[in-house]
T-cell receptor, first 110, second 112 residues
Framework: GENVEQHPSTLSVQEGDSAVIKCTYSDSASNYFPWYKQELGKGPQLIIDIRSNVGEKKDQRIAVTLNKTAKHFSLHITETQPEDSAVYFCAASIGYKLSFGAGTTVTVRA | SAVISQKPSRDICQRGTSLTIQCQVDSQVTMMFWYRQQPGQSLTLIATANQGSEATYESGFVIDKFPISRPNLTFSTLTVSNMSPEDSSIYLC?????????FGSGTRLTVV
């Protein structure tokens, strides 16, 4: 099955700085790559996604890039704010099955 | 976007008992998914539930332990049977909505 690796496991950034989380996947057939934000006590919230026919997608302060050749994709958060502090998960999908990375705990220092 | 309601939001159960978790969606969906998230861990797919057919279980999960019902296109239940402390986790319902895969807020289960 699909194997998704996510790095780093923890990330601490100063407010206003950028945060980057990277994921790699193993199955070249994966075609959908969502990112989720999970706050304490809540379910995962979809924040951005990208499909395999697109290299980059941006939504305000959040962007995702995809390199199909290298089989990796990244989440970029610019101008970080304290409310960005959460656990972020990447995922890769073949068909309807999502395989998740291990998660990155992001802490934004005020 | 699809709104998912899960009940109960949390529970503390005795070992050897069973708990049924309900998932209600505000729109009709073809597929509903059940995930487990062990403390401090990532999400693992338990099974996929389609209306009118038996659920499809992932490796390591069996129907006797996690029976699933899917009586219509907006509702599903997951039962955690004969619970042990190792079943203490967050159980999440998810659907494939137009905007992507959406998750409920989860059921936080503690088995004592």
């Amino acid at each position: 099955g699909e194997n998704v690796e996510q790095h780093p496991s923890t990330l601490s950034v100063q407010e206003g700085d950028s945060a980057v989380i990277k994921c790699t996947y193993s199955d070249s057939a994966s075609n959908y790559f969502p990112w989720y934000k999970q706050e304490l006590g809540k379910g995962p919230q979809l924040i951005i996604d990208i499909r395999s026919n697109v290299g980059e997608k941006k939504d305000q302060r959040i962007a995702v890039t995809l390199n199909k050749t290298a089989k990796h994709f990244s989440l970029h958060i610019t101008e970080t704010q304290p409310e960005d502090s959460a656990v972020y998960f990447c995922a890769a999908s073949i068909g309807y099955k999502l395989s998740f990375g291990a998660g990155t705990t992001v802490t934004v220092r005020a | 976007s699809a709104v998912i309601s899960q009940k109960p939001s949390r529970d503390i159960c005795q070992r050897g008992t069973s708990l049924t978790i309900q998932c209600q969606v505000d729109s009709q969906v073809t597929m509903m998914f059940w995930y487990r998230q062990q403390p401090g861990q990532s999400l693992t797919l338990i099974a996929t539930a389609n209306q009118g057919s038996e659920a499809t279980y992932e490796s390591g999960f069996v129907i006797d332990k996690f029976p699933i019902s899917r009586p219509n296109l907006t509702f599903s239940t997951l039962t955690v049977s004969n619970m042990s402390p190792e079943d203490s986790s967050i159980y999440l319902c998810s659907v494939d909505a137009l905007e992507g895969y959406t998750f409920g807020s989860g059921t936080r289960l503690t088995v004592v």
